[in-house]
């Protein structure tokens, strides 16, 4: 059975890190392009950043560029999103997500990726 399954959520201050974790178990999560999403409150899904399993490359949204980092740990089948210089605009349930994607990855909110893990809340406040 596929699952992801998120961690590390939490509060933090404005200015504060927090770094999300993204188990998968059911396959081979290095087969998978792996994106990490977001979605506020009242708002539309977000694509936040995404790295390839083909040569390891990242992308990211705009809005978390120097602030975020994306990584995958092969050996323990888990993807990371490290996150720094918080802001309160970055409060939401983030998400991660699997595909197997033989052509790169993509933030586009309007991707289905196939695997969806169920969510873990962050909230940056003073």
């Known amino acids: 059975q596929v699952q992801l399954v998120e961690s590390g959520g939490g509060l933090a201050q404005p200015g504060g890190s927090l770094r999300l974790s993204c188990v998968a178990s059911?396959?081979?999560?290095?087969?998978?392009?792996i994106g990490w999403y977001r979605q506020a409150p009242g708002k539309e899904r977000e694509g936040v950043s995404c790295v390839s399993n083909l040569d390891g490359s990242t992308m990211y949204a705009d809005s978390v560029k120097g602030r975020f980092t994306i990584s995958r740990d092969g050996a323990k089948n888990t993807a990371y999103l490290q996150m720094n210089s918080l802001k309160p605009e970055d409060t939401g349930v983030y998400y991660c997500?699997?595909?197997?994607?033989?052509?790169?990855?993509?933030?586009?909110?309007?991707?289905?990726?196939?695997?969806w893990g169920q969510g873990t809340q962050v909230t940056v406040s003073p």
């Open positions: 059911g396959f081979t999560s290095d087969s998978y392009a």
């Open positions: 997500a699997a595909s197997r994607a033989d052509w790169g990855c993509t933030v586009d909110p309007r991707y289905e990726y196939e695997h």
